[in-house]
């Protein structure tokens, strides 16, 4: 079992900018793949980015490339997202998930993936 907590969610002004953690347990944290998705309100969660095991390889969806970096801090079983230039379609609740098996898709589907943490909420104004 894997537990992921996410953190640093908040209220933003457009423009703004944001980081936000996710904690993962477990002993073989380097061997995940780690990915951000999120939901704005009342529509379907979508894939955000994506960062293979070793920090090699980084995906990312088209709307946040040149705003927003995922990274992660193997030594301290932590992925990271960089939120720069933040517009308020970027409102939304932000999970991240693990394939434990350390699959690189680039872009993942919602099945692909093995653990959820339960999300924060970032709210960017205008």
């Known amino acids: 079992q894997v537990h992921l907590v996410e953190s640093g969610g908040g209220l933003v002004q457009a423009g703004g900018s944001l980081r936000i953690s996710c904690a993962a347990s477990?002993?073989?944290?380097?061997?995940?793949?780690m990915t951000w998705f999120r939901q704005p309100p009342g529509k379907e969660r979508e894939f955000v980015a994506a960062i293979s095991r070793l920090s090699v390889s980084t995906a990312y969806t088209d709307s946040v490339k040149g705003r927003f970096t995922i990274s992660r801090d193997n030594a301290k079983n932590t992925v990271y997202l960089q939120m720069n230039g933040l517009k308020p379609e970027d409102t939304a609740t932000y999970y991240c998930?693990?394939?434990?098996?350390?699959?690189?898709?680039?872009?993942?589907?919602?099945?692909?993936?093995?653990?959820w943490g339960q999300g924060t909420q970032v709210t960017v104004s205008s």
């Open positions: 477990g002993r073989t944290f380097s061997t995940y793949t």
């Open positions: 998930a693990a394939d434990v098996r350390g699959r690189w898709y680039g872009v993942p589907r919602n099945t692909d993936l093995d653990y």
